[in-house]
């Protein structure tokens, strides 16, 4: 059974900075590609970055671009978001996705699972 899990999460003032990590069980992890997609109430579903398969990749929104990071250790399965100078608007659950090949994209279609989420709150 495949399980991601998602941890780092909390409540940050803007301008701080939060290291999201995902922990994944139950499949062959050097081989999906990764990505993280984050969820603000009302809103639909966003992506926010990718990594390949062997981590010489990433791919990010360009509304987080120069401000996150994602990176990967094949070694310990997971996955991890370093989120600098937070906005107010990065508000959101953000979800660890992992792809069906290693080849990473932002289209949630592309990924076959997902972890319950982790909330991200920015206060002013």
């Known amino acids: 059974q495949v399980q991601l899990v998602e941890s780092g999460g909390g409540l940050v003032q803007a301008g701080g900075s939060l290291r999201l990590s995902c922990v994944a069980s139950g499949l062959t992890f050097s081989y999906h590609a990764m990505a993280w997609f984050r969820q603000a109430p009302g809103k639909e579903r966003e992506f926010v970055a990718a990594i390949t398969s062997s981590g010489s990749s990433t791919y990010s929104a360009d509304s987080v671009k120069g401000r996150f990071t994602i990176s990967r250790d094949n070694a310990k399965s997971s996955v991890y978001l370093q989120m600098n100078s937070l906005k107010l608007e990065d508000t959101a659950v953000y979800y660890c996705?992992?792809?069906?090949?290693?080849?990473?994209?932002?289209?949630?279609?592309?990924?076959?699972?997902w972890g319950p989420g982790t909330q991200v709150t920015v206060s002013s």
């Open positions: 996705a992992a792809g069906s090949s290693p080849w990473s994209t932002r289209w949630p279609g592309d990924y076959a699972y």
